[in-house]
């Protein structure tokens, strides 16, 4: 993992909360301002599981400064039916600040190397499965409204 990046604390989470409403209110069609609690419950979700997925582990890896935060990516270890075959890791969201690709780049190599650390060879960007409840619509993925975030997974 990039030095400068860490696991979540529970004190990330009014920085987080602000970067994603900095990001998605009023920019993201279909993106409402949630509050910090709403957020809070999707990032220490646990043992989610969806109609033929489920979702086996989960990290959100921060970067911040003091009390900001700079960016943040969830990720997590995906089996596709109850018997765990064909795991791949997914990234469930990813935010950081346009102009700060370095924040992208630091939060994509240590969300590769946390997939590596569990031998996963294939992942998936904001799968529908996996996506906030909060964010736009269920069947929506990454909006070009967040064409920075887009620039950097292409």
């Not at 400064?65 to 596709?80: M, N």
């Amino acid at each position: 993992m990039p030095a400068d990046v860490r696991p979540y604390q529970n004190d990330d989470l009014p920085g987080a909360h602000g970067l994603y409403q900095e990001l998605t209110v009023g920019r993201v069609p279909h993106c409402w301002e949630v509050g910090t609690e709403a957020l809070g419950n999707v990032l220490l979700e646990d043992d989610v599981e969806r109609d033929w997925a489920h979702l086996l582990e989960q990290a959100v890896l921060v970067v911040s400064d003091g009390d900001r935060v700079d960016g943040f990516i969830h990720i997590g270890r995906h089996a596709t039916n109850k018997w765990q075959e064909r795991e791949y890791g997914v990234v469930r969201f990813l935010a950081y600040r346009r102009g700060e690709r370095g924040v992208g780049d630091a939060l994509l190599a240590a969300a590769h190397a946390w997939m590596t650390e569990r031998q996963l060879r294939k992942s998936l960007v904001l799968p529908q499965p996996w996506q906030y409840p909060l964010y736009a619509f269920p069947h929506a993925y990454l909006s070009d409204h967040l064409d920075h975030v887009q620039g950097l997974l292409r």
